[in-house]
């Protein structure tokens, strides 16, 4: 579903610090991304009449950030981590789970604030949000609520880009930016992208989507001087209708822009494609089964029916059957109703297969359980088992003991207080010596295990002594 344009900045932005787009978004992880975006947007989107905010320590659950910043369940902690770590956010109070007589209690996160007179752009320099007077940009609600929750990183790189770089400047007379030159090799090092082929993929996503539009196409030249890098703008929600609307109303550079790409895209290979037709019609019907996305043109044919199958198109399916493999492929379809796709389910496994999404935290959930399900058989089964040993071991000992009653009594006095010294010498703790001084019973049961311990010791000892003798004795 194509975005409807960014609403007007009278109305529904916040004042973002440009260190959200020079620091937190090109050097951390998108789940970091999400959670500051998530505490500006919960900070400085809620006002009071002086402009200060209304509420600055945010209460936070995993089910908030799990709903409302769009961070995975496995994701969290790290994010956290990480985003403290680096100084955006610090911890005002520590979550407590239910426990004795204890209510639980939700962690507490507050933004960073840097007090100092040096705006940091870097990493290694960030010690909080900047402070003083400026450095903010009036950043839409719908870039942090819909764009940072639900994008791929890559894309928020993109749209946070052109933002900071034609709203995110201000002239003299007050005014803003409209369109920013912003060139590939720029982009990618503003926001630390390395791989030329994600970047052009992300601007290609954003363009469809909405969220930006090509206003110029930017020239390779030899010549330095000759150079150009192409122009970018936000798309505002009044653009979005005057193009649903009209093509007329459209800016005249835009135009220009579509009818050569019209005359030099379309318009001559035409007229050789005609003539080839005229003198070499098999070649001509060759050409057309090239241009065709038929399956035979597909690398992995198994993966582009699957896509297929799912409701791509086969340009769309042809992409992506040779940007994963089919085993991803399987998985992310597979994946996707774990995944409560609401309007547009394709769009969502599209991104999902580009991206190569982790497991939903649905299913990870319902994985941990059963592990722990069968944990807990396993220990059940274990612990009836030990207890079944332990019983037979009890068993064991007692009909031992009264098989020794009637050689205890039969024994002297003398005999007696023997083994009861040898008894009490034996116990390891205070505690066993005490019972075994106040306790009749527990004193007998100690000694007859002592004597049964004896015999034991005594009949290995005749029976070495008889073996020795075996050997000893002269052969015949």
């Given at each position: 579903m194509k975005f409807n344009g960014f609403e007007h900045l009278t109305a529904n932005y916040l004042f973002c610090p440009n260190q959200f787009f020079d620091v937190c978004l090109p050097h951390h992880s998108r789940g970091t991304v999400r959670l500051v975006a998530y505490l500006l947007r919960k900070t400085l989107g809620w006002l009071d009449r002086e402009g200060n905010p209304i509420e600055q320590e945010i209460s936070i659950s995993y089910r908030d950030l799990i709903n409302e910043a769009g961070i995975s369940r496995g994701a969290i902690r790290k994010a956290l981590d990480e985003a403290v770590t680096a100084g955006f956010i610090i911890c005002t109070q520590q979550g407590k789970a239910n426990g004795n007589n204890q209510a639980a209690e939700t962690a507490q996160y507050a933004l960073r604030w840097d007090t100092g007179n040096d705006y940091a752009k870097t990493p290694e320099k960030f010690n909080g949000f900047f402070a003083g007077e400026g450095y903010r940009t009036p950043i839409p609600n719908s870039f942090f609520d819909l764009i940072v929750r639900q994008e791929v990183?890559?894309?928020?790189?993109?749209?946070?880009?052109?933002?900071?770089?034609?709203?995110?400047?201000?002239?003299?007379?007050?005014?803003?930016?409209?369109?920013?030159?912003?060139?590939?090799?720029?982009?990618?090092?503003?926001?630390?992208?390395?791989?030329r082929s994600t970047l052009s993929a992300a601007i290609q996503y954003a363009i469809e989507t909405g969220y930006i539009h090509c206003v110029q196409k930017g020239g390779i030249d030899p010549s330095l001087n000759k150079r150009r890098a192409s122009t970018y703008a936000i798309r505002w929600h009044e653009q979005a209708n005057r193009e649903k609307n009209s093509s007329k109303t459209r800016p005249a550079t835009r135009q220009r822009y579509k009818i050569q790409t019209s005359n030099s895209s379309e318009t001559r290979p035409a007229k050789r494609f005609k003539n080839q037709t005229e003198e070499k019609p098999q070649e001509n019907n060759t050409n057309k089964q090239q241009d065709e996305p038929t399956v035979a043109a597909v690398e992995n044919l198994e993966s582009f029916q699957l896509l297929q199958q799912a409701g791509f198109d086969d340009g769309i399916a042809r992409d992506l059957s040779q940007k994963r493999g089919l085993e991803e492929i399987k998985q992310q379809i597979e994946w996707l109703?774990?995944?409560?796709?609401?309007?547009?389910?394709?769009?969502?496994?599209?991104?999902?297969?580009?991206?190569?999404?982790?497991?939903?935290?649905?299913?990870?959930?319902?994985?941990?359980?059963?592990?722990?399900?069968?944990?807990?058989?396993?220990?059940?089964?274990?612990?009836?088992?030990?207890?079944?040993?332990?019983?037979?071991?009890?068993?064991?000992?007692?009909?031992?003991?009264?098989?020794?009653?009637?050689?205890?009594?039969?024994?002297?006095?003398?005999?007696?207080?023997?083994?009861?010294?040898?008894?009490?010498?034996?116990l390891n703790s205070d505690y066993f010596r005490d019972r075994f001084k106040k306790n009749e019973e527990f004193r007998l049961n100690q000694c007859l295990d002592c004597l049964s311990q004896q015999k034991v010791d005594i009949a290995q000892k005749q029976k070495e002594k008889h073996r020795k003798k075996e050997l000893q004795a002269p052969r015949k």
């Open positions: 990183l890559s894309v928020v790189k993109v749209v946070g880009t052109v933002l900071r770089h034609t709203v995110g400047y201000q002239n003299q007379f007050g005014g803003r930016r409209q369109i920013a030159p912003l060139s590939y090799s720029y982009i990618q090092k503003y926001v630390n992208l390395s791989d109703p774990h995944r409560n796709p609401d309007r547009n389910s394709l769009g969502m496994l599209r991104r999902s297969i580009e991206g190569n999404w982790l497991k939903p935290d649905s299913l990870l959930f319902k994985e941990k359980k059963q592990q722990r399900l069968q944990k807990s058989q396993a220990q059940g089964t274990q612990a009836e088992t030990d207890d079944a040993r332990v019983s037979q071991a009890k068993q064991e000992k007692k009909r031992r003991r009264e098989q020794l009653l009637p050689v205890w009594n039969g024994l002297s006095s003398d005999e007696q207080t023997r083994i009861e010294q040898t008894t009490f010498e034996q």
